[in-house]
């Protein structure tokens, strides 16, 4: 907030009144003085040009049959007190009251000589080369002699306008006087009923309970009055509400999952939130912030009246921690605000990972089926065998590509949708899936087995039979003509287990932490020959933990792997 300045230093409303009024009287004179320039003037003008053209016929008619024209001129000039010149038709002056014809220019330029010479009135007002004063010409129409030109200065036209102008300005200072002192009274009249609340006022912020506001004549200060007097029966009120308020902050602030502490500018802890008090303990002093990465941010913020940010790993187990210092109520103040990011900031590397792996899958059978497709392009008229084994190719790439998009779709819609639950006769789903994937497990040779009992739970019926068929789908990938899939489902302590084992190649000890990661695969060439995405365990594992429910899996190399889901029954 901008620091008012003392009321001292403020211009009082009477000299606000007199600055305005001096104001107006100046826009008003000054624009009398610019009506009189230009009409007064123009009129003062406009008679001495008609006073000069009468002279000029008078000169015309006196001059017409001179023998001694210059000595003529001269003389008739000083008789009427006006300059005279004479003008032939090349611009050239036979004679001039005021200087000899032979020291002036040549007059063929001036505008009043050609309106002249056109057979018009030559009018025109300028400085004059010859005596370095602004004069008003005036030249008659020639008729077939000379120009007959008459000129006299502008300093009597100005001496008038100027005795004009004076007689307005001692015409209206009295009244301008007058003005200010009627002025000063009324502002005095309002300005003294605000004095006496204003020292109302500073008694019963002093503490003075019994201080009484005036009861004043004027309209407007008597409501200023009121919503004063107001005001001081709502100030308790208003303290009452900003203490709860101040409790209603620090309740909202104690339910943040930021630790947010108030530092002052000499290091001492102003407030800290339930967050703080847990993260840094019970803080009185900076020095006591750990850990040594915030204590630095609240520093840095305070030498540079800036905001400082940073990231930092701190703690056992390690946390990465997010800071913010923020200085307040300009620098005297910062507020901290500790956040741990270490959830979010495992989730934009999960996704960082999860958008390259995807682009990476797309671009393979893409790629596969471009180059296909340009091979029979090229191949179309000279080999049609080729033709047909590339577009092969091209059919089985857009179903493994089609296969991804699906799969990534059911990521996605289990990792953002809603989940729907109706109880379901887990038997029924478990023996539907296992049905329909006979077909497939005969055409490679497989053994299906199946020992199901009568379970019923409460499950989205949907995401769990794409879950069973996941695991259904990942035996036959990794399974030999010959090789046995057994499928079982019991219920049993609080829980339904469903158990899809294979005697297939089995998965290394190694990578049995990572089979339920997206796009990994144990063998990378089998997969994609296969069809397999690198998502259909990915999504058995979204699928049972949106249930509440675990996936395991048993594996020994070369010898087979068993994954079993566990589903609570408590809904069922």
């Not at 010859?130 to 129409?141: E, Q």
């Not at 998965?507 to 990994?520: G, K, M, Q, W």
């Not at 429910?549 to 079993?564: I, P």
Request: aromatic content about 4%.
């Amino acid at each position: 907030m901008t620091a008012r300045s003392s009321p001292a230093r403020r211009p009082t409303l009477a000299r606000r009144l007199l600055a305005w009024y001096a104001v107006a009287v100046i826009v008003l004179l000054a624009g009398l003085a610019i009506v009189v320039n230009e009409r007064v003037g123009s009129l003062l003008v406009d008679e001495l040009t008609e006073s000069l053209a009468e002279e000029a016929e008078v000169v015309k008619f006196a001059l017409a049959r001179s023998d001694a024209l210059q000595e003529d001129t001269a003389e008739l000039g000083g008789q009427i007190g006006t300059r005279i010149t004479v003008i032939d038709t090349d611009g050239v002056v036979r004679a001039d009251s005021v200087s000899t014809p032979a020291e002036m220019e040549n007059h063929a330029d001036r505008p009043e000589v050609i309106e002249a010479l056109a057979g018009r009135l030559g009018v025109d007002s300028r400085l004059s080369e010859t005596v370095g004063v602004s004069f008003r010409y005036v030249a008659l129409p020639y008729e077939g002699d000379f120009v007959y030109r008459l000129s006299v200065p502008l300093t009597d036209v100005n001496e008038s306008l100027n005795r004009l102008r004076f007689s307005i300005v001692g015409s209206a200072l009295p009244v301008v006087l007058i003005g200010v002192a009627l002025v000063w009274l009324v502002a005095s009249r309002i300005s003294r009923p605000l004095g006496e609340i204003t020292a109302s006022v500073e008694r019963i912020a002093s503490g003075d309970r019994a201080a009484r506001l005036p009861d004043p004549n004027l309209a407007e200060s008597a409501r200023l009055a009121q919503s004063v007097e107001k005001m001081t029966r709502e100030l308790q009120q208003r303290i009452t509400d900003a203490e709860e308020a101040r409790g209603l902050r620090d309740q909202v602030l104690s339910a943040l999952e930021e630790a947010v502490v108030l530092v002052s500018a000499d290091g001492t802890v102003a407030y800290s939130n339930e967050p703080a008090r847990e993260m840094f303990g019970d803080p009185e002093n900076v020095n006591r912030i750990g850990p040594t990465e915030a204590r630095r941010a609240l520093e840095a913020a305070l030498s540079t009246q800036s905001v400082h940010r940073s990231e930092f790993t701190s703690g056992v187990p390690p946390r990465q921690l997010a800071v913010a210092a923020i200085p307040i109520r300009q620098g005297r103040m910062v507020v901290l605000a500790t956040r741990d990011i270490t959830e979010s900031k495992r989730v934009e590397a999960m996704r960082r990972d999860f958008v390259a792996d995807a682009s990476h899958e797309l671009k393979t059978p893409v790629a596969a089926i471009r180059a296909g497709a340009e091979t029979i392009l090229r191949a179309l008229d000279d080999d049609p065998a080729a033709v047909a084994r590339f577009a092969e190719q091209i059919d089985k790439n857009a179903v493994r590509l089609g296969q991804l998009v699906a799969d990534l779709l059911d990521l996605s819609r289990l990792e953002a949708g809603t989940l729907d639950m109706t109880p379901t006769h887990l038997s029924e789903l478990v023996v539907g899936e296992v049905e329909a994937f006979r077909t497939a497990a005969a055409g490679k040779d497989l053994q299906v087995s199946m020992q199901v009992a009568e379970v019923e739970a409460t499950v989205n019926e949907d995401d769990l039979r794409l879950a069973v068929r996941n695991l259904l789908h990942n035996a036959l990938q990794y399974t030999s003509a010959g090789d046995s899939v057994d499928v079982s489902l019991e219920g049993a302590d609080g829980e339904a287990v469903i158990e899809v084992a294979d005697s297939g190649m089995g998965i290394p000890s190694r990578d049995l932490s990572r089979v339920f990661e997206r796009f990994y695969r144990v063998d990378i060439a089998r997969s994609r020959e296969t069809g397999g995405t690198g998502l259909g365990l990915a999504i058995v594992r979204h699928v049972v933990q949106r249930h509440g429910g675990v996936v395991e899996v048993e594996s020994e190399l070369g010898r087979g792997s068993t994954f079993r889901i566990r589903l609570p029954l408590t809904n069922s």
